[in-house]
């Protein structure tokens, strides 16, 4: 955990802001930019701790976003959580809230129209990229790309619950086999 | 928007008696959410205590997604502006986050305590492998609707290839990739739509 300056929590607010307006599809899209920001740039957290705390946030009960408290936790504790959460959720609610109001009647415009097709196949390419980023801690260990084929893979094919994949990736972990 | 007139159900709709059933409610189903909550946000408000028609609940997903953000955020936000205004839209979203915020920021205090435990912090890597996979699964579903994109097929795998190998590949900040393919993206798309 890092001791952060006024101004860096300053940025860092401003960072998670600039991605909860760019966040098109949730905000796990968002991730690699949140990994090339925290780990590259600042070097706040390791490749490990940057994939633990995302895992930590999937396997704990509640809507998938709080992997952003969890990230600004292992940046800079409590006030990082705090920051981080108040960054993504600020603008994207404000957001929410004015287009549950107003935008309705104008959901079927060309421009709205466009910009869901547009915007389509950019989120699909950020998804792959953060499933990309998300393997940078394992990618030399044979077991792990078990986990990652074989978890996508009965996700896909089987009504199975993500609880009992990640249950097997910790218990395998806990073992050493990755 | 309209509450549906044809409702399939025979029984009434329901609304929430007050704000604290209105966090109840949505207390309730994010502690039920494991890896993602929309599922258990469908069956909860749709079939148990039917709040909002399937119809609804689609219109304001479909609104959510096209929304930044997180998707079942927005649909809480906006379920609960229906029934209260802007007070039920903060309690919504209270009751989505307040008790899962406090578990898994206690998951995240004992791992930092234990992360030295070789077999905690292995664990965390086997579960960050399956988080990989998870997300994979997400964006090859995902991608298998690009088959319908108004831009075809060709030019909608261009594009996400193109996103992949700037964001994950070269590492661009996300903003210059969004300016870069964006507005290419946009233009292209109401020029296909407009024929």
Not at chain 2, 39 to 63: C, K
Request: a positive charge; hydrophobic letters at 60%; aromatic letters at 8%.
């Amino acid at each position: 955990m890092n001791v952060l300056s006024l101004g860096e929590y300053v940025e860092l607010i401003g960072h998670f802001m600039v991605l909860s307006i760019i966040a098109i599809g949730g905000a796990i899209t968002t991730a690699p930019e949140m990994h090339r920001y925290l780990v590259l740039e600042r070097g706040w957290m390791s490749d490990a701790q940057f994939t633990g705390s995302i895992a930590l946030a999937q396997a704990a009960p509640g809507p998938n976003i709080l992997f952003v408290a969890v990230l600004g936790w292992t940046a800079a504790g409590p006030w990082g959580a705090l920051v981080t959460m108040l960054g993504i959720m600020l603008p994207s609610t404000t957001l929410a809230l004015a287009a549950a109001r107003w935008g309705r009647a104008r959901r079927d415009t060309l421009a709205v129209r466009a910009f869901t097709a547009g915007m389509a196949p950019l989120t699909v390419g950020l998804l792959f990229s953060t499933g990309w980023v998300l393997t940078e801690p394992t990618r030399t260990s044979a077991v792990a790309l078990v986990l990652v084929v074989g978890s996508a893979a009965l996700l896909l094919r089987t009504p199975v619950s993500p609880m009992w994949l990640i249950a097997a990736g910790a218990v395998s972990g806990a073992l050493g086999w990755v | 928007m309209a509450i549906s007139s044809d409702d399939s159900l025979a029984a009434p709709l329901g609304r929430p008696q007050g704000l604290g059933e209105l966090f109840w409610v949505f207390n309730r189903l994010a502690l039920q959410g494991f890896g993602g909550v929309l599922p258990v946000a469908q069956r909860e408000l749709v079939e148990r205590v039917r709040w909002l028609t399937r119809e609804d609940f689609l219109e304001l997903l479909s609104i959510g997604q096209m929304l930044p953000g997180p998707n079942v955020v927005n649909v809480a936000l906006m379920i609960g502006d229906r029934f209260f205004g802007l007070r039920g839209a903060f309690v919504a979203l209270a009751g989505m986050l307040a008790a899962p915020t406090v578990i898994v920021l206690t998951l995240a205090a004992l791992y930092g305590h234990f992360a030295e435990q070789p077999a905690v912090a292995g664990a965390l890597r086997g579960m960050g492998a399956v988080a990989a996979g998870l997300v994979l699964a997400t964006a090859i579903k995902l991608a298998a609707t690009l088959r319908r994109s108004p831009l075809g097929v060709g030019l909608a795998s261009a594009l996400a290839v193109a996103t992949t190998a700037l964001v994950a590949v070269w590492r661009w900040p996300l903003v210059w990739v969004l300016a870069a393919l964006g507005p290419l993206a946009l233009t292209l798309a109401a020029r296909r739509l407009r024929r």
